[in-house]
């Protein structure tokens, strides 16, 4: 059996009236991700993760922000296309681990849904998504809250 790890990250600056989705979720809040897509970070680091396991570039490379096909698209069908690129060369994805970074709001409360509607997306167990979050104890730009950043890791086996 073969393996691959990959790893992704992801910044999207904050700003007023915009909605924040996270994990395929909309999450209350004051401020949303400034984005030519809805602007999920956590999904784009996954996608970056798949992506990058297999040596296939960025998400930036397969849905540029220049095109207006990508608009305002919902991440989770951007992270449906990158599994579909993944399952086409014949790797399975093994488990996602994903962190989000925002001092506000709260995540906690958010993540078994997210977790549930990443499994969703990527036909996987819900044991097979972990998603955690942190804050940078009011430390840099996520501190401040100018914007929100992601991280993901994952396992693929053919």
Request: some cysteine; charged content about 20%.
């Amino acid at each position: 059996m073969e393996f691959r790890v990959g790893n992704g990250y992801d910044v999207h600056q904050l700003a007023d009236g915009l909605p924040l989705v996270l994990g395929g979720v909309k999450i209350p809040h004051t401020k949303g991700c400034v984005a030519h897509s809805d602007g999920d970070v956590l999904i784009h680091a996954i996608c970056d993760a798949l992506l990058g396991a297999l040596a296939l570039g960025d998400i930036g490379q397969h849905f540029p922000d220049t095109s207006d096909a990508y608009a305002g698209i919902d991440s989770r069908i951007l992270l449906e296309l990158v599994n579909g690129m993944i399952r086409d060369r014949g790797w399975k994805i093994v488990n996602i681990d994903g962190t989000l970074l925002a001092q506000k709001p709260k995540i906690a409360p958010f993540v078994p849904q997210m977790r549930q509607a990443l499994a969703d997306v990527l036909a996987l167990d819900v044991d097979a998504v972990s998603v955690k979050a942190t804050t940078t104890e009011h430390l840099g730009f996520v501190g401040r809250e100018e914007g929100i950043a992601a991280q993901a890791t994952c396992l693929l086996c053919k």
